[in-house]
């Protein structure tokens, strides 16, 4: 695990990219908010799980600027365990994960895919977001995530979703989808904080080349939506590799454009330039999130829209 | 030294698809959570009922459902309800997601005749409904299902 004493070095590399590098090594140190996302397909009634978490001494503030997402106080304050939860009526989630979603728009009648769905924040959130009407397939590779995804499903009692279980480089053609979400996976430097449980995947897993595998995934997508459709790439880090570059890596080999997209958090343009590399210059359309700015966790994302 | 296998869940190469359900069958089941609910049957437009041997699952109603039928998959929709012998029995899971819209059949629990029907799974309760599946409801909030039988409250929460 990347001890905080190290983040400075770690993240050295980003100096020019961060804005306000000092402040966002600060921000580090602090832990991160805790936040819920209110799913009315089963409490249309908000009052109900604002006052049931009143009574166990939890104050919850609506979001500005993200309906449906309540901040909490205190925030190791254990979401899991309350009614609220086993009934499906939350979901814990940062706000900045909610940005791909947000940048999909999904509607009532779209055939949407979910590459990389499990545990299935964003599967979720897409189901509420077209009044659970659109016709989503959420997928992912591995069997254990799989099952998760499903529990959060049956949870909170979503019926627009089929589950599958397909590598995605390799989900099978036939679909015509109007729009692909690759919330792909990835080194998860966005997540790092002081007293972070997890690990950073780029240490963890030297071998595993995740840019590789993110084409992979972003090629897929784009081949599965129809001419026309949207497809949104995300992660959860800053590493240029897996981020411009592998958008990139699409925009020179398929006809493709980045769509700009309003986002209700602070952001910056993608870079159009690392390490010497000139990249597309449509890339300036992604967006970067960063913690110091977002108070959550830092994240990529672009729209992409498919031209032929 | 002989590799050790590594265990894979294979997906079965024939799995199918739930079978959408005949108008008749459709009807059959909305007709019942009308009747023992008063739940409209309306609630349920734009949506499809699929079925497996003995469950019912509500999946989005979508114009021509043959290309995904060529998807293996592991889950289709929520699972609505259940066919017991001969009855028809509404699952937790549904109820917790349209009960609110019912008018009958329910019983409202106090927090703790609810714990105590979760612990002891069947208490004696009297109750001005029905025989039958009830809705466990608690503070306004919808839990699931039950059996109101002989004065007696069974649950059927998971």
């Known amino acids: 695990m990347l001890k905080l004493s190290e983040a400075p070095a770690y993240f050295e590399r980003y100096r020019d990219i961060i804005p306000d590098f000092e402040r966002f090594l600060e921000h580090l140190k602090e832990p991160l908010p805790l936040y819920f996302r209110l799913n009315e397909l089963k409490c249309p009634d908000p009052e109900i799980v604002l006052k049931g978490l009143a009574r166990q001494g939890v104050k919850a503030e609506l979001v500005s600027g993200l309906p449906r997402f309540y901040r909490v106080e205190p925030r190791d304050f254990p979401l899991g365990s309350t009614e609220e939860y086993y009934l499906g009526y939350i979901y814990p989630m940062t706000t900045s994960s909610a940005l791909p979603v947000i940048a999909l728009e999904p509607r009532p009648g779209e055939y949407i895919l979910d590459l990389c769905a499990a545990p299935g924040s964003k599967t979720t959130q897409m189901a509420q977001a077209s009044q659970d009407k659109a016709v989503i397939v959420a997928n992912d590779r591995r069997l254990d995530r799989l099952t998760a995804l499903v529990a959060n499903l049956k949870r909170l009692g979503v019926a627009s979703v089929a589950t599958t279980l397909y590598r995605g480089e390799t989900f099978p053609f036939g679909i015509p989808f109007d729009k692909v979400l690759v919330d792909a996976p990835c080194s998860g430097e966005g997540r790092y904080r002081q007293g972070y449980e997890g690990e950073l995947l780029y240490q963890k897993e030297g071998h595993t080349n995740l840019p590789a595998i993110q084409k992979g995934l972003l090629v897929r997508a784009f081949d599965l939506v129809k001419v026309g459709g949207i497809v949104v790439y995300s992660t959860c880090t800053f590493n240029p590799e897996e981020n411009e570059l592998v958008v990139d890596y699409l925009l020179r080999k398929r006809q493709a454009e980045i769509l700009l997209c309003e986002y209700p958090l602070p952001c910056h343009p993608g870079i159009t330039e690392w390490e010497g590399k000139i990249l597309h210059p449509g890339l300036a359309n992604a967006r970067r999130f960063y913690p110091h700015e977002t108070q959550s966790v830092g994240f990529f994302v672009a729209k992409i829209k498919r031209l032929m | ?158």
């Open chain 2, 1 to 158: 030294m002989p590799r050790k296998k590594k265990r894979v869940k294979k997906i079965h190469k024939e799995a199918k698809w739930p079978r959408v359900t005949s108008f008749e069958e459709r009807d059959e089941v909305l007709s019942f959570w009308e009747e023992r609910f008063g739940i409209p049957k309306e609630a349920f437009e734009g949506y499809l009922l699929l079925s497996t041997s003995k469950n019912y699952w509500l999946f989005v109603e979508l114009p021509d459902i043959k290309p995904l039928q060529g998807l293996k998959v592991q889950t289709v929709g929520l699972l609505f309800t259940r066919r017991v012998s001969h009855w028809l029995k509404p699952t937790s899971t549904a109820l917790q997601r349209f009960g609110h819209l019912a008018q009958k059949n329910i019983i409202d629990l106090s927090p703790a005749e609810l714990d105590r029907l979760r612990r002891e799974r069947k208490i004696p309760f009297s109750a001005e409904v029905e025989e039958g599946y009830v809705i466990l409801r608690c503070e306004g909030k919808v839990w699931g299902c039950g059996l109101y039988v002989k004065k007696s409250l069974i649950s059927f929460l998971p």
